[in-house]
């Protein structure tokens, strides 16, 4: 049920900022008596001013509430202004002395300390404030003695009255952000279970949830409202905590993860890459590094926006300058403009064809070749691009990239095969889907290979991993270089695959015990094999996650998109470090005397003064997306390779 505004209280008035000056509108809140209605007035001031102010980041967006048209029109109507402030995101944020996020109210049943619970009839004043320091040490230690007194009593003693533990929530941020790892923590896991630990810890978990199932860390927007400001405050609810400890929190979760076993359930995974993809962006900024717009955009393209333009246009305050000069917020231009200009933008950005990896617009869409940032990214596909550095399959040669009039790129490279057999899509996730999936590949591959001259004992897996092993950098500056999570596979590898491929649940299962009291003892298994088959499956799930296994009809086996498909053909792009996969189109297309231009330019690459183009192309291709391909990723397929082939991609 929905419930429209108040229609007696009139809309506020705007009168349309000036244009020159850097003016922006800011929020009074005007003195009251408490328990009266909160009462605020608009004040327009210049940034240039320095008026001291708190920047709001929150999920503005209330599905119980209703606009009327009019109402509705009333917001973002001037066009031109909406363009002029989103201009300003960045300077209105840096310039604030903080922000103030808020991720939602408490609910009833929330626990905030010392027994305190959530009620309908709880004082509105009532506030817990986390420092990140000594100061917490006293809250925390107040709370492990609760949890411990409850293990020993039981429940008929002391009885529990909240449902979600939003205290110990934060207290497991806290911990962790001073250094201790999770499972060290008994109030939230243990080897050793009891009935009351269980329950206990379910209800962290559900104080955790609370906290990660907050519509703010899904809007694209939060980002530079996070990032910009030199402070940042956490609310939810009664209970505030600096940004940083949530940061460094997530930071030590995440080297714990290393050496243990992931548990999909565990909220806390979730809030951890959550909190690190906004973090790594934090410190870039501290350290003055601005990252290229390609890299933020692939990081965040899970977030969500009501308007889809908005996917790049609120990324364009941390972008290169260059960047925000050749795309900047302009809500007149369609959705499909403001994608392609920004894959053109990326493209010439970082001066080669990575933008043309990952989960494109594919063969049925006008423009395969661009990147609308709007639609989801398949399975895992920001940490398998990510991964992108560590191959060079074009040997670094150079060719060109032409744009012909608005649709036509033309390219230069290599075939390498035809694809003649493709699986099924893999799932996502999950430890056992996932290795079946993988036993299904391997029995076709070694019928294959069986029979081929090729045949490596290595290739399967090196494949299904694209050659890498996840080795977690303990460094803080690995959030920078993303590529420091996984590394090209060595021999190793082998035996890493062998510990993932034999992992036995239902043997850990037969090692857990009862032990004294009745109490569960849980099968823990050394943390130098946990760690072993967690740099191997880390590996898979990224490279093969959401993709399909194929085969080409001379001998190449690689892991390809969802989308892949017999008689797809395999290149090796200049200027690309994977394979490209292209799907032949039925029809020839002729420009009209369209305007040609570079991209970029190729030192050295061949030029031509080609300003505009009449030609009919007989053989035009759509990109179907990237690929890895065993036996290619390292120029060796290139090598002494002299004659070039155009390819025409629409």
Avoid at 271 to 290: H, N, P, Q, Y
Avoid at 370 to 396: K, M, Q, S
Avoid at 494 to 506: K, L, M, N, P, Q
Wanted: aromatic share 10%.
């Amino acid at each position: 049920m929905t419930t429209p505004l108040d229609p007696a209280r009139s809309l506020p008035e705007y009168s349309p900022l000036p244009s020159i000056g850097s003016f922006i509108r800011l929020l009074n809140i005007l003195p009251g008596d408490h328990g009266t209605v909160l009462e605020c007035n608009l004040q327009v001031a210049s940034l240039r001013s320095q008026l001291s102010y708190k920047a709001l980041s929150y999920a503005w967006i209330d599905e119980n509430v209703s606009l009327s048209r009019q109402e509705g029109e009333s917001i973002y109507q001037d066009t031109h202004e909406r363009n002029q402030q989103v201009g300003m995101m960045r300077s209105i944020y840096s310039n604030s002395s903080g922000v103030l996020i808020w991720l939602g109210p408490n609910v009833v049943g929330d626990h905030l300390g010392d027994g305190r619970v959530v009620n309908l009839g709880m004082d509105n004043d009532y506030k817990l404030d986390w420092h990140n320091d000594s100061r917490d040490e006293h809250m925390v230690s107040s709370y492990i003695e609760r949890f411990n007194e409850y293990e020993n009593l039981g429940e008929s003693v002391l009885p529990t009255s909240w449902s979600r533990d939003v205290f110990g929530a934060f207290s497991v941020l806290q911990q962790l952000a001073q250094g201790t790892f999770s499972k060290n923590l008994r109030f939230y896991k243990a080897s050793v279970t009891t009935s009351e630990q269980i329950k206990w810890s379910y209800q962290v978990r559900k104080g955790i949830s609370a906290i990660v199932d907050s519509s703010w860390w899904q809007r694209t927007w939060v980002i530079q409202e996070t990032v910009l400001p030199r402070k940042a405050t956490v609310y939810l609810g009664h209970v505030s905590a600096p940004w940083t400890m949530l940061a460094e929190g997530a930071a030590t979760y995440v080297r714990e993860l290393a050496t243990s076993r992931s548990d999909d359930r565990d909220p806390l995974v979730v809030l951890t890459k959550a909190i690190l993809d906004l973090e790594s962006v934090r410190i870039a900024r501290i350290e003055e590094v601005r990252l290229p717009l390609l890299s933020m955009l692939r990081r965040f393209r899970i977030k969500k926006s009501s308007d889809p333009r908005d996917k790049v246009f609120a990324l364009l305050g941390l972008a290169r300058e260059h960047i925000q000069a050749s795309v900047r917020p302009d809500y007149s231009l369609s959705e499909d403009e403001v994608m392609l200009r920004t894959t053109i933008a990326v493209i010439s950005e970082i001066r080669g064809l990575e933008p043309l990896a990952g989960r494109v617009a594919g063969p049925d869409c006008r423009h395969s070749w661009v990147t609308n940032w709007y639609e989801l990214p398949a399975g895992n596909e920001r940490e398998r691009l990510d991964c992108l550095p560590l191959y060079d399959a074009c040997g670094g040669q150079c060719g060109i990239a032409r744009l012909h009039g608005q649709a036509l790129l033309e390219l230069q490279g290599h075939f390498v095969g035809e694809v003649y057999y493709v699986s099924d899509e893999a799932p996502d996730s999950g430890f056992e889907r996932l290795r079946g999936f993988v036993t299904q590949w391997e029995a076709i591959w070694r019928t294959i290979g069986a029979r081929s001259s090729s045949f490596e004992a290595d290739e399967f897996w090196r494949t299904i991993t694209a050659d890498t092993l996840y080795v977690e950098s303990l460094d803080h500056s690995s959030w920078l270089g993303q590529d420091a999570k996984y590394r090209r596979a060595t021999s190793n590898g082998a035996a890493a695959f062998e510990a993932w491929r034999e992992d036995d649940t239902r043997k850990r299962r037969r090692k857990t015990s009862h032990g004294p009291a009745g109490l569960l003892k849980n099968y823990v298994e050394p943390e130098e094999l946990t760690a072993l088959k967690n740099s191997f499956h880390y590996a898979v799930q990224t490279a093969s996650g959401s993709r399909t296994f194929f085969l080409t009809k001379n001998g190449f086996i690689g892991i390809g998109p969802a989308n892949l498909r017999p008689g797809d053909e395999i290149y090796i792009v200049l200027g690309s470090r994977v394979p490209l996969i292209m799907r032949r189109r039925s029809q020839s297309t002729r420009c009209l005397q369209e305007p040609v231009r570079n991209l970029f330019d190729y030192p050295g690459g061949v030029q031509t003064n080609i300003e505009v183009c009449s030609m009919l192309h007989d053989h035009t291709h759509a990109l179907v997306g990237d690929a890895y391909v065993h036996g290619v990723m390292d120029s060796e397929f290139v090598r002494g390779l002299r004659r070039l082939q155009s390819i025409y991609v629409l």
